[in-house]
């Protein structure tokens, strides 16, 4: 995988990057979103694919990107398909920071160093090129206005950026409501982008959906059958905890 194309966490972390103050919006949610963009990522590039709600390595060879490399890796080494709502809402500590100094090592954007309240040390990132912010965005305007199917990659970056948060951040505002109710509607357009939209969004509120069973062998069913009329219990559902990567830039 070369170069020449930037990835969808680069590409997301750019949308979500504010120009005039140099901080990134919806930074929590950011960090699972960049998990997903990975998983997309990998999955454009013919090394996973989702295997029902779970996701399978198919194809373990490298794509000559460190940090996508390290995320197939980790998901090789767990041997069985995992979950997409585990993985994205699993520990990913530096994660977005990782991707910020990346973008800077590329010339994309350049660190300011700053305090707090006149005391704590931060670090703000300014894009040193907001034609390229631009260029993303225009992808997401047209398939917003025309309407039209768009490509896989812009698909699952409007679903991942719905997902996140960022519609309220790119389309703000009552005049903003129409447009980030069809940000919302392109999550269909590409099917691995929608089962990691909606994995990011089901850790954000706690919930990690139980797998679907397949039907049961009719003898079971029976048996089922028969305890129907027995009182049902309510099971406490634990929701998954996943640990959010710690974030330089707010």
Do not use: F
Not at 24 to 34: E, F, I, K, M
Not at 160 to 168: F, S, Y
């Amino acid at each position: 995988m070369g170069r020449s194309r930037r990835t969808l966490p680069e590409e997301l972390l750019l949308l979500a990057l504010d120009p005039a103050t140099g901080t990134t919006a919806q930074p929590q949610s950011l960090d699972l979103g960049l998990a997903g963009a990975q998983l997309v990522e990998l999955a454009l590039a013919g090394r996973i694919a989702p295997d029902g709600d779970r996701i399978a390595v198919v194809v373990p060879r490298p794509t000559g990107d460190p940090t996508l490399d390290c995320a197939l890796e980790l998901l090789r080494r767990r041997g069985a398909p995992v979950r997409a709502v585990h993985w994205i809402g699993g520990p990913r500590l530096g994660l977005r920071q990782t991707y910020l100094s990346h973008l800077e090592r590329c010339g994309m954007v350049h660190a300011v160093a700053g305090q707090m309240c006149g005391v704590l040390p931060t670090t703000r990132y300014q894009a040193t090129d907001n034609a390229i912010s631009r260029e993303i965005r225009a992808r997401l305007d047209s398939a917003i206005r025309t309407g039209v199917p768009p490509d896989p990659r812009t698909a699952a970056l409007a679903a991942l950026a719905h997902a996140v948060g960022l519609g309220k951040h790119l389309y703000p505002g009552n005049e903003g409501r129409s447009s980030r109710s069809r940000l919302r509607d392109l999550i269909r357009h590409d099917p691995m982008g929608g089962l990691v939209a909606h994995a990011v969004m089901d850790v954000q509120n706690g919930v990690a959906a139980q797998p679907r069973r397949s039907p049961a062998p009719a003898g079971r069913q029976a048996a089922a059958g028969a305890r129907s009329a027995e009182p049902a219990r309510s099971v406490p559902v634990q929701p998954h905890r996943g640990t959010m990567a710690r974030a330089v830039a707010h």
